[in-house]
């Protein structure tokens, strides 16, 4: 079992929910990066999704584009976010979770990707703009090495596409909340309720809920309806505006 | 060899190794959707007939080929044959892919449409297939661009489009792909997004490869009318590479050398140009696999070119398959030799060339004065210069 499935089970026999916060690496700094991932250890943060910047975040709004953009002119590469990850395993007792475009990881090279992502203790991965179809160079090693590969489903997704990616999502499942992309307003109706139920028919595997949660009554209620509540943008932007995000996370912390 | 192009891509939409689909997973479906619907129609007697008399009596097709006498004479070489896709309406090919696609829209019960645009020809295109079709049209475009192609902007706010400007980024065409995959992942329930080239996820590049092929299908025709033979070369720019593959793909078959044009912008050496295949290397970008102009990290780099149209960061995954095939070969042209031929066309034949298609053009000078004066060549004048006489005036230091 991996470290990211024995968190899920752990909660899942305390009869809690995970909480995964997400951070752009090198907003504003990659110093600044290590001091946040220790702030939301302590504040409550079951998992941590550290993200990796990309010229072109196309699943991605405003907010996190900006990050993006910022974390770029500091610099920040892939090879540093692993560096950095080595760094902060040191002390850090959570599941990290990397979230990135594909391009840095083809680029880098998959193989290559998946042994440093590993050696650098990452316990997962998320690639927003990589589907199963095209995933098996990354899933085939993956597996071997140990790293979880986590796919998204959506609201658009279909039976077929459900099976299909719940089937090869390791770790957990990522269902992006909105028909959208990060930052948009969440909308939680029965379509959201309908989708996650499929998804618990298609599979066991846990599954995590993110895009558009932005405060802690909506985390309140889509950790009754999930097991892990994402939250990201609404992180990001307070860090962008210099404003202390511990206290935010523990409110969320306590409605999840 | 040859039968093999016909059943490209394969059903995952890979050309060889390139091609693909990287994308959000939300709009999979969407994709799938399309994928269908662009299955079924193509074989569909009234959408195919619909489209044939629109292609007749709104285009303006078949376009002429038409032998530029005077320039033929003015390099003394090759015969240089001009297919004039500037004579299409809104004038440019772009309107082939665009005028088809709001018509699979319609049929797929979508009510908008919306599009990038670079040179704002593709904008146009599709503002003018969303009005005749009646649907709700919005285009994305680069700060950069809208300033460079000011006419274009006015001309899809006439038409009824909304043009909305996008500055983030490089504030060029691939900030406004971004953005545009960004509303149709948001709105992908009602909303057909109209892509402009042979480029992103599957289905489009075989799928504006089709629509484009009709450029080739007519050309063919005509030089075999005109020369009584097939022509010895053919030279087309490329920018994501349709009105090249447009002209190329019914000539796949044949003993014809084929020669494709990237912007060279200010030389390979000064980073400053769109010219993928002299100076990027394979990547993912934007739904597909192919060359890209990337740094090591894999962050896409900034690109130059004179023109918009060909100022992007990647390449046609089937024009990747082609060079590897060595079946088309790839050059570039910079933006002076660009310049060069806008004005060269203009006062030997009385045709202003739009910036993209003066590549092509400066290209076909080189070619032809190496090849006897028995060759033929056969050049795509993708589209027509007036959007860019504005920009040339400024490079000149006029102020119009
Ligand atoms: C006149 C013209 N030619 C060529 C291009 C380049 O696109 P493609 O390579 O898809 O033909 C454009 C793009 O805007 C254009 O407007």
Known sequence: MSRIEQVFKDLREAGRKALIPYIMAGDPSLEATKKFVSDLERSGADIIEIGVPFSDPLADGPTIQRASERSLQQGTTLKKVLALVKEIKQYCGIPLVLMTYFNPVFKLGVRRFIKDAVGAGVDGVIIPDLIPEEAAELTGPAGQYGLDTVFLLAPTSTKDRISKVAGVSTGFIYYVSITGITGSRLSMGKAMRDTLNSIKKASEKPVAVGFGISNPQEAARVAGLADGVIIGSAIVKRIAEGRDIKRFVRSIRKAV | ?400
């Open chain 2, 1 to 400: 060899m040859n039968k093999k192009f016909h059943k490209l891509p394969d059903a995952k939409g890979h050309f060889g190794r390139y091609g693909g689909r990287f994308v959000p997973e939300t709009l999979m479906p969407a994709l799938i959707e399309l994928e269908r619907a662009y299955g079924k129609y193509k074989k569909d007697r009234n959408f195919l007939n619909e489209l044939k008399s629109l292609q007749r009596d709104f285009i303006g097709r078949p376009t002429p080929l038409y032998f530029a006498r005077n320039l033929t004479e003015h390099v003394g070489g090759a015969r240089i044959y001009l297919k004039r896709e500037d004579l299409c309406h809104t004038g440019a090919h772009k309107i082939n892919n665009a005028l088809a696609q709001a018509l699979l829209a319609r049929k797929m019960g979508k009510t908008r449409i919306i599009a990038e645009t670079g040179a704002g020809q593709h904008g146009v295109a599709t503002a003018t297939g969303a009005a005749l079709t009646g649907l709700e049209c919005e285009i994305y475009m680069g700060s950069e661009d809208i300033r460079r192609q000011a006419l274009n902007v006015f001309r899809m706010r006439l038409l009824g489009a909304k043009v909305t400007e996008v500055s983030i980024g490089s504030k060029t065409l691939k900030d406004a792909i971004n953005e545009a995959l960004r509303d149709w992942t948001t709105n992908v329930r009602n909303t057909h997004y109209v892509m402009g080239t042979v480029f992103g996820p599957h289905p489009y590049p075989a799928m504006v490869r089709d629509f484009q092929s009709i450029i080739g299908v007519e050309a063919r025709r005509q030089i075999l009318k005109a020369e009584q033979r097939l022509p010895d070369c053919l030279i087309a720019c490329v920018g994501g590479g349709s009105n090249s593959i447009g002209l190329f793909y019914a000539f796949l078959k044949d003993d014809v050398k084929m020669t494709g044009v990237e912007a060279g912008g200010r030389g390979i050496r000064t980073g400053m140009h769109a010219a993928r295949f002299a100076g990027g290397s394979l990547g993912i970008f934007q739904g597909c696999k192919s060359y890209l102009l990337q740094d090591s990290n894999g962050n896409v780099l900034g690109t130059h070119s004179v023109s918009a149209g060909l100022d992007y960061a990647s390449v046609g995954p089937e024009h990747c398959y082609l060079r590897d095939i060595e079946k088309v070969r790839y050059t570039y042209a910079t933006d002076r030799e660009a310049l060069k031929a806008f004005e060269l066309l203009g006062r030997t034949e009385g045709i202003i060339p739009a910036l993209e298609s003066a590549h092509a053009i400066a290209e076909a000078v080189k070619t032809a004065s190496k090849m006897s004066r028995k060759s033929i060549i056969i050049v795509n004048l993708s589209g027509r210069g007036d959007k860019d006489v504005q920009e040339v005036a400024g490079i000149k230091g006029i102020n119009l």
